[in-house]
């Protein structure tokens, strides 16, 4: 499963049905489990912030996931090492230096943060992007 995909099951319940930008598909060649609604409609309306606070305060330690992407990987259970987070920028398309790992991180969250609001989360006005 895509990293994407892991961040779309650990917030929705399921993994991201459509491919993230650059519409390639996981390398796994796993098939989608469901897809019960039409693409391009907002499968359904999910508090983003909800679920990773309650996510986050698991784990016992103070993450800043409304503005890390390293934290929102962590608070989701999600690897988030730099490896991790260069085949999440390849999934979604960065065409900067996968090298400057600040740059990509803020681009990173930014990316996810819309993607998650374009598939039915909701989020608070102060994450929006």
Do not use: C
């Amino acid at each position: 499963m895509s990293i994407f995909g892991k961040i779309m099951g650990a917030i929705f319940g399921h993994p991201a049905e459509a491919a993230p930008a650059g519409g390639s598909t996981p390398a796994g060649g796993s098939a989608p489990t469901a897809a019960p609604t039409s693409p391009g409609a907002a499968p359904q309306n999910v508090d983003v912030a909800a679920i990773v606070d309650k996510a986050a305060e698991a784990k016992h330690e103070k993450l800043e996931w409304r503005t890390s992407i390293v934290d929102l990987m962590k608070a989701l259970d999600i690897d988030s090492s730099l490896g991790a987070r260069k085949e999440l920028a390849k999934e979604l398309g960065y065409s900067g230096d996968t090298n400057d790992s600040a740059s990509m991180n803020v681009w990173l969250h930014k990316q996810v943060m819309s993607k998650l609001a374009a598939n039915g989360g909701k989020l608070p006005p102060e994450i929006k992007h």
